[in-house]
């Protein structure tokens, strides 16, 4: 169950109370003194990226013919030079390697029609 953020002081007014659920609203503390903004221990915790994500995915990054063994569901294709990148596909497509950010069998297509337009120059 994730948490719910309320205002610092939702408890302190009725008009923000238990039962005016759409009153209580999440609204950044703000003020030089306030300790739910200074993030203390003991006070209502503060709205920030990523808090209380369970599971992080692991992603592999492939940049090595090598690294090809190792891949699984989530591999991503790393940041390598064009000639690379069609060898690696290649042997994907062999292995039946799927990449997250890559469509493997389009770039093929694609790629090799340059490859034999430039060869006919």
């Keep these: 169950m994730?948490?719910?953020f309320l205002r610092r002081t939702w408890n302190k007014y009725s008009k923000l109370g238990k039962k005016r659920k759409k009153k209580q609203v999440w609204r950044k503390p703000t003020g030089r003194d306030n300790k739910m903004r200074e993030k203390r221990k003991?006070?209502?915790v503060v709205v920030s990226i990523g808090y209380?994500?369970?599971e992080k995915k692991k992603i592999f990054?492939?940049?090595?013919l090598e690294d090809?063994?190792?891949?699984?569901k989530d591999a991503v294709l790393g940041r390598i030079g064009k000639k690379n990148k069609i060898e690696m596909?290649?042997?994907a497509k062999e292995k039946g390697i799927k990449f997250s950010n890559i469509d493997v069998e389009k770039f093929l297509s694609k790629?090799?029609?340059e490859d034999k337009k430039d060869?006919?120059?």
């Design 2 to 4: 994730a948490t719910k």
């Design 61 to 64: 990054v492939v940049r090595k």
């Design 89 to 91: 596909c290649k042997k």
């Design 119 to 121: 060869e006919s120059k």
């Design 68 to 72: 090809l063994k190792y891949a699984g």
């Design 42 to 44: 003991g006070k209502p």
């Design 111 to 113: 790629n090799t029609k």
């Design 52 to 54: 209380g994500k369970a």
